[in-house]
């Protein structure tokens, strides 16, 4: 990805919110259903439990309040947005798409809205095309989400992938600032389709839609080569991260915040090492949330926020892996 040439405008981070459902499926648990012990998952992964909508619950219905509590804390009614756009892979439906139903039941009438499909990169993806909107002058405030239902995706008889996965989704909302003021300073994305198949969902899409067949045969749930995902997440999440420094000429004396995509605690320590970050400068959620796929990053920073670790001017690296393969960074300064 090359750089863009000067914005008009800064997209500004104004604000965050979050939900998440109410039922906790904790590491025991689990020990009920596959061949597993809490032990193994904890030492793993860093996960203690995450949280599970009930069958059958819409990404709306965690996208909503979500947006809604970050208007609300933003004082911004839901009138004033220009967009609206969900990072998922588990919207609502095939089609309309989730940031439809939401942009309609918070009744912001003049915004667009569409959903963002680029896997566990796509929070970041779609802050970065939220952020393009508003440095280019098309719109003034957008508002992004990231989340999924991974539960109605994954199979709990698969031990491999069950113990990984939880419900959630966040959202931050952009408004548009002076180019040399706070916001996001700059993005970088990559993609390598070459390892698609180390990390899918096979069916629902045309290349093998829903059947009972691929219902029998677990298609439609998620599948992954669990190390090598690893080791290509280890490597893109430094690579990237490290490049973001380069290109803006920072250290990591620039970095108050790392925010990575929460999806093994053992990824996220190498990430913050090869950054010469402390992991007091690590926002880590994975024990209570697991890897919300979407929902990682905004609900990291929802949880940061709430614990006073981000106000104005913090200075924040956001950072994900995910499937396809995608991958990508964001450096931004917080607030208005
Ligand atoms: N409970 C107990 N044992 C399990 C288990 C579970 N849930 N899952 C796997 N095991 C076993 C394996 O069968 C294997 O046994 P063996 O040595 O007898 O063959 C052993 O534990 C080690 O398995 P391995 O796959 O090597 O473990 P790992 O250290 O690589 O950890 C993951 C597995 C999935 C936690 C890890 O590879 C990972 O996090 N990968 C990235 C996944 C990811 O982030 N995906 C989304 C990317 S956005």
Redesign the pocket.
Known sequence: MSSSPAPLFRAKCVAVGSALPEKRLTNDD?EKM????SD??LS??GIRERRIAEPGTPLSDLATPAAQQCLERAGVDASELDGIIIATITGDYVMPTTANVVQHKLGAHKAFAFDMLN??NGFVAAISTGASFIESGRAKKVLVLGGDIMSSIIDYTD??????FGDGCGAVLLEAGEPDGPGIIDFELHSDGGNADL?SVPSSGSACPASVEAIENHLIYLT?S??Q??SH?VRRMCEVAGSMLERNNLNNDDIDLLVP?Q??Q??IEPVARRLGLPMDKVVVNIDRVA?T?DGTIPLAIADAFADGQIADGTRLMLVA???GFSWGACYLTWGR
């Open positions: 689990l596959v061949e597993t012990n193994w998952i793993r992964t896997a566990c031990r491999n992938t069950c113990i990984l990390l992954q669990g190390k995902v690893f997440a995509h999806a093994n053992r990824i890897n796929t892996f995910g499937g």
